[in-house]
């Protein structure tokens, strides 16, 4: 991936880690401080050194903290601080045009746009936690509670663009499924390419006697990006015959 440059006055940046470095660097020196776990989600971005969708991820980051950053007016009034944010913008769009001219056709992975709404503010976007990882992880936006045998819609905070052609299916974590008796009711629920509003997770206490708790950032669900097949409708006078045929429920044995 080329590495890609813009000249602001008084220097160059270099890539998007260069703008998260600078705008912390006069947040703080108004006295806005920028978490230590926060921060460290900027580190170590180094242009040709991540795969193009990590990449969009870590400059998508950025832009987030420019975001977040604006929302301080000691911050958002200095001239400084606006040439990164637009440097910030100009990056991640300068990173989508060298993917879509040189790495797009090596890229066999959806690109999925999360929007943070207010609830989520200060929560991860959802991400694969490790390599190889099927689902990305879904965060509650809100403490609750799931009563013993209840079940309830918890808001993660966000609202997401599907490319066409794809779902989002949200499926249970297997750990508080096993530990807790806690899944996900209409598993998988289904996010359509369409839909713009906020992802929610119903949730559902399979147990008896004990309540679950969630505390706000609490990992609750996973979400998993597969393609759709559309299919042609027909209405026909008859269908082809089979060896089952119309063998329904229990029809080929008990075991």
């Known amino acids: 991936m080329r590495e ?6 008084g220097g160059s940046i ?12 006069i947040a703080e020196g108004v006295g806005v401080d920028v978490d230590a776990d926060q921060a460290d989600q900027y580190r170590g971005f180094e242009p040709g050194s991540f795969g193009c969708h990590e990449a969009l991820d870590r400059a998508s980051i950025v832009l987030e903290m420019a975001e977040y950053l604006a929302s301080h007016p000691a911050v958002a009034i200095r001239p400084d ?8 913008a100009e990056a991640l769009a300068a990173l989508y045009s060298a993917i879509g001219d040189e790495h797009l056709k090596d890229c066999d992975m959806p690109a999925v746009r999360f929007k943070r709404l207010p609830l989520g503010e200060g929560l991860p976007l959802p991400c694969y936690a490790n390599p190889g990882d099927s689902g990305m992880d879904l965060c509650a936006a809100e403490s609750c509670v799931v009563t013993a045998g209840g079940r309830l819609r918890v808001p993660t905070g966000f609202a997401a663009e599907i490319p066409a052609g794809y779902e989002g299916q949200i499926r249970p974590r297997s750990g508080i499924a096993a530990s807790h008796g806690v899944t996900v009711l209409n598993t998988p629920g289904t996010i359509d390419s369409a839909f713009r509003g906020m992802i929610e997770v119903l949730l559902i206490n399979t147990g008896i006697d004990k309540a679950f708790y969630i505390t706000r950032g ?8 597969a393609p759709v097949v559309r299919a042609e409708v027909m209405e026909v006078g008859s269908l082809s ?6 063998g329904g429920f229990g029809s080929t044995g008990q075991a």
Do not use: N, W
């Not at 890609?4 to 006055?9: K, L």
């Not at 601080?81 to 910030?88: G, L, Q, V, W």
């Open 4 to 9: 890609m440059h813009r000249s602001v006055p």
């Open 14 to 25: 270099a890539d998007p880690q260069s703008i998260a470095d600078e705008m912390r660097r």
């Open 81 to 88: 601080f606006k040439r990164y944010a637009d440097a910030a």
């Open 218 to 225: 609490d990992r609750i669900a996973q979400l998993v990006i």
């Open 241 to 246: 015959e089979t060896e089952r045929g119309d």
